[in-house]
Nanobody, 118 residues
Framework: QVQLVESGGGLVQPGGSLRLSCAASGFVFSRYGMSWYRQESGKEREWVATVSRPGSSAEYSDVVEGRFTISRDNAKNTVDLQMNSLKPEDTAVYYC???????????WGQGTQVTVSS
């Protein structure tokens, strides 16, 4: 019953910005820290960022620190990822899930493709 629906991806130039959104349902959203992950073609999925249950703190991978901002709205069951100063190496399919640095739920969404042209 868990559903995770990512949106907001697209094609953007290096240095540009993009905002991703994840709509969650099928679980008590506010009880879980939420994270963004990404997967480049042919590579393993990697953790990008996590926001705490109340949304008061966040952690980021070293490669996105200072450029990305994760946030959540527990009233709407959504978690967003604001991406600034995008680089070609940010190109990947982006996913959301509960948990810290590893996906808690087995069912992943379809993800949203982010392509940063060079």
């Amino acid at each position: 019953q868990v559903q995770l629906v990512e949106s907001g991806g697209g094609l953007v130039q290096p240095g540009g910005s993009l905002r991703l959104s994840c709509a969650a349902s099928g679980f008590v959203f506010s009880r879980y820290g939420m994270s963004w992950y990404r997967q480049e073609s042919g590579k393993e999925r990697e953790w990008v960022a996590t926001v705490s249950r109340p949304g008061s703190s966040a952690e980021y991978s070293d490669v996105v620190e200072g450029r990305f901002t994760i946030s959540r709205d527990n009233a709407k069951n959504t978690v967003d990822l604001q991406m600034n100063s995008l680089k070609p190496e940010d190109t990947a399919v982006y996913y959301c899930n509960a948990g810290f640095k590893t996906g808690h739920f087995d069912s992943w969404g379809q993800g949203t493709q982010v392509t940063v042209s060079s």
